[in-house]
């Protein structure tokens, strides 16, 4: 069974920094590009950031020189890193991936799975 579970977020400052991380079981990791999304209060869910195993990684505008995302292949984990975070920012973090049949889509790209998320919040 394919499973992916997040953790690392938290209440953090304007300006403040997070790291994401999520780790991956029941599939070859290594073989997968993997996703980061976030959902933001009233809002529906979004596309961050994105790592493949032979690709540049790609970010939303929203983010980009901000978040940087990577993976660590040996510890089945990936990880989004998180600067200079506004009010904005403030949301639920999912990661996902594509393994097999999709089971949900953001805009016009699908997923088959995603972790239950981490909560970032940001407040002064």
């Known amino acids: 069974e394919v499973q992916l579970a997040e953790s690392g977020g938290g209440l953090v400052q304007p300006g403040g920094s997070l790291t994401l991380s999520c780790t991956a079981t029941?599939?070859?990791?290594?073989?997968?590009?993997m996703y980061w999304l976030r959902q933001r209060p009233g809002k529906g869910l979004e596309w961050v950031s994105t790592?493949?195993?032979?690709?540049?990684?790609a970010y939303a505008d929203s983010v980009k020189g901000r978040f940087s995302i990577s993976r660590d292949n040996v510890k089945a984990t990936v990880y989004l890193q998180l600067n200079s975070l506004n009010f904005e920012d403030r949301a639920m973090y999912y990661c996902?991936?594509?393994?097999?049949?999709?089971?949900?889509?953001?805009?016009?790209?699908?997923?088959?799975?995603r972790g239950r998320g981490t909560q970032v919040t940001v407040s002064s």
């Open positions: 996902a991936t594509v393994v097999g049949p999709t089971t949900f889509c953001v805009g016009a790209d699908c997923y088959t799975v």
């Open positions: 029941g599939f070859k990791f290594s073989a997968y590009a």
């Open positions: 790592i493949s195993p032979n690709r540049p990684p």
